[in-house]
């Protein structure tokens, strides 16, 4: 059931709803039940979907953004374009910051990023933002 609330927590967390996996993984890594290994990846596998999810919105829904349901506000489209088209899929390293990383991972679907280059390099940088937290986690407050 930890595993299966965890994933769930950050492909919520990665996608355009609010959502928090950080505290869950670090109460997890404290509690000492599950592999730290086994916890990292399972954060990473669903927060990398849940940015998949965004590029697929992105890539799909990209005609819908000037309707005023469209997920993201204009101004955070804005700033993640600007941010997309100055540094280009690298900008997808910063997807795991809050507030503009969800936007960047829908841009990268508007602007047509490659799926494999998107995830490759937005695995990476989830997978890092989880091993930072795991090991800040279990230095400081183990």
Known sequence: MA?????????????????QSELLLAGLLLAGNQPVWALIAVATL?????????????????RFRERRWFPVGPAALARAQRWYH????????????????????LVAGVLRE??????????????????????LTLHWLA
Do not use: E, M
């Not at 669903?46 to 990209?62: C, F, K």
């Open 3 to 19: 595993y299966l609330s965890l994933f769930a927590a950050a492909l919520l967390a990665a996608t355009l709803i609010p959502a």
């Open 86 to 105: 100055r540094w280009g899929r690298w900008s997808l390293l910063l997807s795991w910051l809050p507030v503009i990383g969800d936007p960047l991972t």
């Open 46 to 62: 669903g927060n990398v979907l849940g940015s998949a999810i965004n590029w697929w919105l992105g890539r799909s829904l990209q």
């Open 114 to 135: 490659p799926f494999l280059s998107f995830i490759a390099i937005v695995g990476v940088a989830k997978f890092l933002r989880y091993l930072v937290l795991a090991a």
